[in-house]
């Protein structure tokens, strides 16, 4: 150890003392510090909001419910609920000055420091003291006037007639409430008030007259009790609802009134909340109101209430949207009702549309939760039972369509995830090439995964393409592998028992093609089918079986395989596609040579097996004689053309003003869709009567 300099031995003499005490404070210091840290963090941990929340509101805290919005103020401090809740008579007539000073002053009431506690509990005291004397004189007054009514009575009367006032403190002490009523009416005000006719009406005019924060605040309240009627934090509300006439006028009186006043207090401008105000006030209002909202749609089981609760909802979406809590709860419960079993088409719609208000004016998380939501809530709700479903399911999948057009570049990163998941699965299914493997491909849930981005991509790409240039431009890089998984499918396992899948499968690629106006080879797919040894090598089996649709089915019925029911009942979908197939590529300049070599393969079959399908043969037949006029028809177009094959400009304008349905196939392909769409609702008819 070397030596110790002077200024080293200064320092210790001098400063040394003094440097340690002081680190030793400081140490002190820190420790408390961090205990009262922990005391408020343990103190808040209720009321704290989860992490990300921003709200537009500045200053506000997040709160679940009515009970939590009356136990938190804007500076974090504690207020007994009963004290919030009391009502005062004693108002002013200008409901609406007094109501906001009053509940200005309730959100920023701080806790109370030690010192205040201190002399809060002094004056307690004094009070206390005072009252016992008070009490004591009373008693003594009361036995003299009793000695007095014993001993002299005719003074008694005197006094009875000339000052009963002063006579009337016995009357009182006869009325005084014993303790088995004292504690009758404990329990009575613990349940709360009960809510009637008269003070909803009183509320609402109040409310609808000047906007009454006072009132709002009593009307959130009763909505409060209503919309928790039966769970557990119904307990602590002040207000209690009995039967469904004060439930139901409870419910419609806030819903028609209370939407004014917040946008009176908190206006909106160009779909934003306006800063400033009252909005500092109201908010905690403004969040109760909302969780009372979701709560009851929570609890609606019948369809008209629910969709009457949907649409209230949506007018709500811009003040939903400042708060991403709240945001993403009424999200949730959208969906919930979205896939509900015992929802209708209308509920859907409305659960839809009150989404998409919400996710229009949301950030990045919500568009996000709403897109996966929207689509694993169809995936999980679509599997076909019988004919009945297939409606529901379509309707599903054209409102979740319809959510995709919202946002560009989230809707390719949605489809682009989950389309590679499906092809992820096919790749699988063919390496493993087991039962179970193919069982995670032919099911419902994936053919309709399939069908949903089929639709996506047809609509934003083809029917909407010149509405949203941006989207089409978008999600057109899609179309080719999607169309890969499809065929992929299709060809997993070509036997006759999967026949139905295989025309779904191709339906999926005519939809593509035909919206998009890109060429899929659907035509050697279909044809397939009919070169099948099913009906080129077998004698189909005769049976006695009602007809039967395909439209519900994936895989043939195993009492229908090799029958001769199943059979023309694939022939009659098979012939359907193929004329839709050729008569969307009807208006091409090159139509007349693509169609050769089909139209010899569908003549070989029907010169082979004709005979064994009388009915079909004419069909095919009639396909032919269209498919051999509509190729004269491009023909004489051909002959007015002033460009040659190399101008692909020219050739992509041929025939462009002419459509699809007005060539003599289209035509024809279209019959045949219009018998089809006969037979479904014929169908659909029967399982309902049944």
Known sequence: MGKVSKATKKFNRKYLNDELERRRKNKKA????????????????????????????????????????????????????????????????????TGSEDLAALLNEDESDSDSQDGDEAMSEDEAMSDAEGEDEEEE??????????????????????????????????????????????????????VTVEMLNRWGSEIK??????????????????????????????????????????????????????????????????????????????????????ALLRQMSDPTMAQYLIKECERMAVYFGSFARHTRDLGRELLRQFGSDSADDGVRISALLALRAIVAGAGTETVDMAL???????????????????PTIQTMRNCGVELYGLDANASYQHAFVYIRQLAIHLRNSMQLRSKESFRAIYNWQFINSLAFWAEVLATYCGDRAEEEPHLCATLESLVYPLVQIITGVARLVPTAKFFPLRIHCLSLLLRLSAATGVYIP????????????????????????????????????????????????????????????IAAQSVRIAFPEWVVPATLQLRRWRKRVGKSWTRFSKQLQGLLDKIDQTTRLVQQNRTRVDFGPSNLSGANQFMNSTSTDATPVGAYAASLRKVRAQQRALLLEAEAAE
């Open 141 to 194: 007054f009361k036995q003299q006037l009793e000695a007095m009514k014993e001993k002299d009575p005719k003074f008694f009367k005197y006094m009875e007639k000339h000052d009963p006032a002063s006579l009337k403190i016995l009357e009182q002490a006869d009325e005084t409430p014993s303790d088995s009523e004292i504690a009758g009416a404990e329990a009575h005000a613990a349940e709360g008030t009960e």
């Open 209 to 294: 007259k000047d906007n009454s924060i006072k009132s709002l605040k009593k009307l959130l309240l009763a909505l409060y009790a209503a919309s928790h009627m039966d769970t557990e934090s119904a307990g602590g509300s002040v207000y209690r609802i009995q039967g469904m006439e004060i439930f139901n006028k409870t419910v419609s009186t806030a819903i028609r009134v209370a939407p004014a006043a917040f946008a009176y207090h908190v206006p909106v401008a160009n779909g934003r909340i306006q800063k400033g105000g009252r909005s500092r006030v109201v908010q905690a209002l403004l969040k109760s109101y909302m969780a009372s909202l979701v």
């Open 30 to 97: 820190q420790e408390l510090y961090k205990k009262r840290e922990l005391k408020k963090s343990r103190r808040a941990q209720s009321n704290e909001e989860e992490e990300g929340d921003q709200d537009q509101l500045i200053g506000v805290e997040e709160v679940d419910d009515l009970a939590d919005f009356a136990a938190s103020t804007l500076n974090g401090g504690k207020e007994d609920l009963t004290k919030f809740m009391q009502d005062d008579d004693g108002d002013d007539d200008d409901g609406n000055s």
């Open 372 to 390: 996966k939501g929207i689509y694993l809530t169809y995936v999980r709700h679509s599997s076909v039972k019988n004919m009945a479903s297939l």
């Open 522 to 581: 659907v035509l050697p797919l279909a044809i397939e089918i009919l070169e099948s040894p099913e009906f080129l090598a077998r004698r189909p089996i005769k049976s006695t079986l009602k007809p039967l649709s395909l439209d519900a089915l994936l895989k043939a019925p195993k009492e229908y395989e090799h029958t001769r029911v199943y059979l023309e009942s694939v022939l009659e979908s098979v012939f359907g596609l193929l004329a839709d197939s």
